[in-house]
């Protein structure tokens, strides 16, 4: 069993850092370094960072190893240093980055061999480890909403999602029943604090969009709304809207997610439609709730790991999919597309479960909880399976554009509707 558990580790490890060099590598030294938008760090700062986290928690916390770099520890600390002033801090060079992650990886691995992985919280089931792949995932969406923001020639390349498979009516919506269900996890391995702990929510009747907003809606309501503003990287001619993708402008699809929303644009174009966001304990429930067990799933489609034919994960498109792409994704209520394509904005603040305990360190959530924060959830096609579950949250400032982002809606039962 632990072999098993070493073996998946290590492969998770290999294949998250495939993905950081094809990320870093695209680019010249020059472009490495150079910081693309405020909002960003340096494409060499991520990939530093990585290491340097990789290095605190599994080379000296879990293996108790000497430090291999403890010098540089404050220059990627990302709460001491805002990403607008990391260019002027003196940063290991793309080459010396490169070496510091390759040396810390070989000692990573190293007490991966060497540790057991029980006995102590941090390192059963390998969730330090499990931790760290996450950890290097989510910089690696970030250094993809990098790219995204970059100018210059297209370095990225994929090929282009699948076409729709069931056709979903911009109009189409389910009704979820009113009723409890397990929002959270207490037995998922790898899954983080502020997922933690699973605890039963009540729920009333609801309806929620089929599946997320559509570029052709929401160009339907720049149309309808003077002044309201496009998403990030939309541009319009005499002809229609186009969009800007890693380097390449073309038409909008009108049948895909719209992305690069804002919670406040998500919201505003909500009462547009006369709907709202739906809360996060409604999102949760209609991706999760299974009504023939009453129980909650891993996942909309089961407790499968995801697969191609589930949803549009882990870079393997530059783009979301149009909507009815993958039917076999699909809740069983019949909601698409929950898992991939955009993170979708919720109305909720960003807050602790009921029990909720600080693990392994305060910093990664607690630190963030309270009303200046929403919840986003579900992945985008820049997020990684190993970082993507029913349970998992995400949350950002509601003004950001520039991450994956975009919405579904729902709506109160009218008067006498479910009578």
Known sequence: MADDLRERVATELERTRCRSAVLTDAVDDDDLVRQHSPLMSPLVWD??????????????????????????????????????DRPALPLLGPAEARAYV??????????????????????????????????EQQHDET??????????PAVLSAPPPPAPVVPIPASAEVHVPAGSF??????EAWALDNERPSHDVHVGDYFIDAAPVT???YAAYLDSVPGAEPPLHWTRDSSGWFATSFGHTAPIVPDAPVVHVSWHEATAYAAWAGRRLPTEAEWEKAARWDPATGRSRRYPWGDEDPDPSRANLGQRHLGPAPVGAYPAGASPLGVHQLIGDVWEWVSSDFAAYPGFTAFPYREYSEVFFGPEYKVLRGGSFGTDAAACRGTFRNWDYPIRRQIFSG??????????ELA
């Not at 250094?143 to 210059?152: C, D, E, I, S």
């Not at 397990?182 to 037995?187: F, N, Q, V, Y």
């Not at 919405?407 to 008067?415: K, L, V, W, Y």
């Open 47 to 84: 990939l530093a960072h990585i290491g340097n986290q990789e290095e605190l928690w599994l080379v000296r916390d879990v293996g108790g190893r000497d430090p291999v770099r403890q010098d540089i520890d404050h220059l990627y600390d990302a709460f001491r240093h805002a990403r607008r």
């Open 102 to 135: 390759a040396t810390v990886r070989d000692k990573a691995l190293d007490v991966l061999d060497r540790v057991r992985l029980e006995g102590r919280r941090l390192t059963t089931d390998a969730f330090a480890f499990g931790m760290i792949v996450q950890h």
């Open 143 to 152: 250094m993809l909403a990098t790219h995204q923001l970059r100018v210059g």
């Open 182 to 187: 397990a929002m959270g996890t207490s037995t």
């Open 215 to 217: 570029n052709g809606a």
């Open 407 to 416: 919405f579904r809606t729902a709506r109160d039962p009218r008067p006498g």
